[in-house]
């Protein structure tokens, strides 16, 4: 059963860039049946997603974020990262990590399992 | 503003049944498949429905999903204390090329 786990900084000063990663137990992350993605709660609890990569590297990112995002898995390590550059206080949430179920077309597609979370605080 | 509308909450009794609705457009609901999600308080996201209506092994068969046109619901009969949290859709929007939430709705027990 495949865990996930987000760790990184809790507080981020505004500028900078923000760098979570999530590490993935108890299954493979190089499958190709598999997809790697983020998705942040706000504090007045909307969803958004951030955008997903393969393990091979191809990736698809959220349009309103895309100049900003970066999505990368690292196989030696079971690790996938977030980056999101150029933060400010909009940026403040609990970023989530979870595991796409990668099929043609993607819109087929869910999210399972997900991260317990992590809150991300954007202030100098 | 979330692209899918859903009400922010609901309520119910022990044992009833409350449905959740969520409305889209035609480049995401109505074209697409409906997932949901829920929340509880202090745990990871888990996987209620994919594909409108399916249900991951483990989640009970109280809850339930469909989708007619551009707009879907979840259902959840029997309820229960723990079913306390929130709860929300999913659906890919083609327009966007990507994944666009509903804004949750808080689940309320009495």
């Known amino acids: 059963q495949v865990q996930l786990q987000e760790s990184g900084p809790g507080l981020v000063k505004p500028s900078q860039t923000l760098s979570l990663t999530c590490t993935v137990s108890?299954?493979?992350?190089?499958?190709?049946?598999?997809?790697w993605s983020w998705i942040r709660q706000y504090p007045g609890k909307g969803l958004e997603w951030i955008g997903y990569?393969?393990?091979?590297?191809?990736?698809n990112y959220n349009p309103s974020l895309k100049s900003r995002v970066t999505i990368s898995v690292d196989m030696s390590k079971k690790q996938f990262s977030l980056k999101l550059s150029s933060v400010s206080a909009a940026d403040t949430a609990v970023y989530y990590c979870?595991?796409?179920?990668?099929?043609?077309?993607?819109?087929?597609?869910?999210?399972?399992?997900w991260g317990q979370g992590t809150l991300v605080t954007v202030s100098s | 503003q979330s692209v899918l509308t859903q009400p922010p909450s609901a309520s119910g009794t022990p044992g009833q049944r409350v449905t959740i609705s969520c409305s889209g457009s035609s480049s995401n609901i109505g074209s697409n498949f409906v997932c949901w999600y829920q929340l509880l308080p202090g745990t990871a996201p888990k996987l209620l429905i994919y594909r409108n209506s399916q249900r991951p092994s483990g989640v009970p068969d109280r809850f339930s999903g469909s989708k007619s046109g551009t707009s879907a619901s979840l259902a959840i009969s029997g309820l229960r204390s723990e079913d306390v949290g929130d709860y929300y859709c999913a659906a890919w929007d083609d327009s966007l090329s990507g994944w666009v939430f509903g804004g949750g709705t808080k689940l309320t027990v009495l």
């Open positions: 979870a595991k796409g179920i990668s099929v043609v077309p993607a819109a087929w597609s869910w999210f399972d399992p």
């Open positions: 108890g299954g493979s992350i190089t499958s190709g049946d598999y997809y």
């Open positions: 990569s393969y393990y091979g590297g191809r990736t």
